[in-house]
Every structure is written in structure tokens, then in C-alpha cells.
């Protein structure tokens, strides 16, 4: 999406990711990094035709509908939350955003034709995600939910969406007996990088915006809205100086 007073800038929508240092060239993790930007860069030149072609539609329950919004969409996600990576559902998430990719159509996801369900999923509602002791968990591993930032083309659902991009805005961990929250985009950087360290680095004082919680559904559910609601004032903020 792009900004009408200025050039358009296909960069994550709140912070812009280092890519690996000149010592990782050769590492699993640079060309993981190296395909994901590519991945990025033809979607862009996929749908860059198409920016002002979409509204966003009065929803309609059980209906797939895409469109384009001016400021991202705020959704809700979980992930498990293992000593080395998060794991969503079908995929495990190097950073902290994620670009969909569909083998079934090829580019432009998510396709909205053909009972094609690709893209990157968020529910609508913090109430949907799952509680820790409520979800069958995979062993030795923890839980993190987040409040994700869709972009680019978005297809939504009765409870929730699909879309190109996603980018976790804040996030919760339940992980060894311990719940933390945040929403500093450098610690989420480090958390899906490095969850051990990052997780450990809150004991010594290195993250102070990241706090621990009372790991009760209420006191989760209230610090994912209480973020949420303070992007969407900012977006809304932002829109009406323009």
C-alpha cells in the first residue's frame, strides 16, 4: 500500500529489519532472509497496479471479500514458543512479519478464487485466541499471542482474516512458567530470533517496556486490547494530519 503524499515505500509499515551481517552471508538463516525479501519484492510488482482499485466492504458473515485498507488491519495470532523459534500453525516464523506465498495459485496471495485458503490468518477478536492450560500443547513448548498488523491485499471471514503481510505489533509469552509482555519492536525482533535469549534478557533489566503479567486469561486479553487500541489511535491521529 502506499502513502498519497509521497513515493511509495514497499518496507514493513512500522519499522524497517536488518538483513543478515556480512559474517552470516553463508547461514541458514540468510538464505531463509534472502528468500522472504524476494518473496516480498514480486508480490509488490504483482499487485503494484493495483493500489485504489479496493474499499473496504460492509462484512458479510461466512464471506470471503478482499480489499485494500489505507492503514493496516489489526488482528490476533498465537504461536508456540519453543527455546529456538516460534512456530505458527503451518509455518515456523523467523521475524516478526511473514509475507504469504501460495504453491497452489502462485503469486497474489491470498486468492480470494478457486477455495483457495492461503495467506497469513488472524483472528478478529482477542477472545478467539487460546488461554495456556486451555490448548493441547506440543511438548516443551510455550505460548506466545500477539496483536499482528495486516497489509496489502486482506480477505475477510466471519471471525477473522486473510492477508498478504503480517507483522506482530506486541506480544505475550507463557513460557516455563512465566508470562511477559511487550510491545517493543526490537525485543519482538530478538523474540522471534532468539526467544530463549530474549525471554532471559527481560531478568537482567535489558528490556524495561517489557513487563511480567499475571498469566490469567483477563490480564492477557486487556494488555492485547490495550495495544491495539493504541495503534488504531495513532493510525486515526496520523490520517487526519495529512
Known sequence: MSN?????????WFHRLP?????EAGSEEARRWHELAGAGEGFLRHVGGREGEGVRPSPDPGVALGFWSPTPVLGFRFWYVFSGCLQGVRQTWLRPEMEAQCARQGPGAPHT??????GIYALKASEGLPRPGRVRMRPG????????????VVVEHELGYRAARAEVAAAAVFFRGRALCGA???WIQRLFQCPDGALGEVETGAWPQVKAIDP?????????RDEASKLERAWTSASRSE
Open 184 to 186: 517493543d519492536r526490537w
Open 4 to 12: 498519497a503524499s509521497g513515493p511509495r515505500d514497499p518496507s514493513p
Open 216 to 224: 490469567s486469561a483477563e490480564e492477557v486479553v486487556r494488555f492485547l
Open 113 to 118: 478464487g478457486g477455495g483457495c485458503r492461503c
Open 141 to 152: 513448548a510455550g505460548l506466545a499471542l500477539g496483536v499482528v498488523a495486516l497489509s496489502g
Open 19 to 23: 538483513g543478515p551481517g556480512p559474517g
